[in-house]
Each structure stands twice: as C-alpha cells, then as structure tokens.
C-alpha cells in the first residue's frame, strides 16, 4: 500500500553499483531463463527470453553505464518491467541484475538526492541515497526509446 508519505521501492545490485526502483514499476524476477541472443544487436541488448508467451527483450545497465563485458559476472536474473512509455510492441522489457531486489519502504527523509557524474550516460536519470544505500534511477523512457528504436530495425 503507498501513501503520499511513502513509495514502495526495490534497492537491486548491479555490478559495479546499485539501482532503485519503485515496486509499481516491477512485475516480476525471473532466474535461470533460456537466453536467445539477437543478431545485429548492440552490447546493451543481450538478447530475449519468452514469459508468459511473449518475447521479453533484456537491457544490460551494466554494459550502459560502461562495465565492461569481461567484468560482469554471469547473471541469470532478471527484472521484468512494464514499459512506462507505453510503446508500440515493447510492454514489458526485462533488466539484467546482479542482486536479488532487497524491498524498501521509502519515505522523503529516506531520499538524499545527489549529483549526477560527469560520464553518467543517459540512462541515468538521478543519483540518489536511497536509505543509506548510493544508487542510481533509470532514465526509463530514454531506455525503453532506444530499446524500441533497436527492435525496429532488428
């Protein structure tokens, strides 16, 4: 339940950092799932897997922010997101994590906001302290366009 004074929220590892996100956002972690890579694909998209007869699309934040490849572990989970853009064709997107998602109840008080990084590229939206925790937010919509923009031509 949110109330005005409060939002339910995810704090999920990355590799090299920490990403928040609001519970409404998320539909559902998945493990272990069959990873079909996408040919001509940028580094970001790391390819599709199928839930819930559909072809789920999977983002690679490590690989945006700049991680590279020979330093992100295998992971095999994934947050299922709904696409907040409502796009064409793209009404769920999965993120590759590290972390199992830690549920949080944040209140203002909880929230620091904080700097962006000067190399911070665009599917960082914020920095923020998220109950003592360093985090980033997505840039959703900049990630769902480009994800759409990618689709389009594979």
Same mark, same amino acid.
């Given at each position: 339940m949110v109330n005005n004074d409060s939002v339910h929220a995810f704090i999920i590892s990355l590799q090299?950092?920490? %990403? &928040?996100l609001p519970q409404s956002a998320v /539909?559902?972690? #998945?493990?272990?799932q069959v990873v079909r890579e996408v040919a001509g694909?940028?580094?970001w998209l790391r390819g #599709? *897997?199928?839930?819930?007869?559909?072809?789920?699309?999977? &983002?690679? %934040?490590?690989?945006? %922010?700049?991680v590279p490849r020979e330093r992100q572990t295998r992971i095999n989970r994934f947050v299922v997101m709904h696409g907040v853009e409502r796009l064409p064709g793209l009404d769920?997107?999965?993120?590759? /994590?590290?972390g199992i998602p830690?549920?949080?109840?944040?209140?203002?008080?909880?929230?620091?906001s904080l700097p962006?990084?000067?190399?911070?590229?665009?599917? #960082?939206?914020?920095? #923020?302290r998220a109950s003592g925790v360093l985090c980033m937010?997505?840039? *959703?919509?900049?990630?769902e366009h480009m994800l759409q923009d990618v689709l389009q031509v594979l």
């Amino acid at each position: 339940m949110v109330n005005n004074d409060s939002v339910h929220a995810f704090i999920i590892s990355l590799q090299e950092q920490n %990403l &928040v996100l609001p519970q409404s956002a998320v /539909v559902e972690v #998945v493990t272990q799932q069959v990873v079909r890579e996408v040919a001509g694909a940028p580094s970001w998209l790391r390819g #599709v *897997f199928e839930w819930r007869q559909s072809q789920v699309p999977i &983002v690679s %934040l490590d690989t945006l %922010l700049g991680v590279p490849r020979e330093r992100q572990t295998r992971i095999n989970r994934f947050v299922v997101m709904h696409g907040v853009e409502r796009l064409p064709g793209l009404d769920y997107y999965a993120l590759q /994590v590290r972390g199992i998602p830690h549920p949080v109840k944040l209140t203002p008080a909880d929230i620091q906001s904080l700097p962006r990084r000067e190399d911070d590229p665009t599917a #960082v939206a914020a920095r #923020v302290r998220a109950s003592g925790v360093l985090c980033m937010i997505p840039a *959703f919509e900049g990630i769902e366009h480009m994800l759409q923009d990618v689709l389009q031509v594979l």
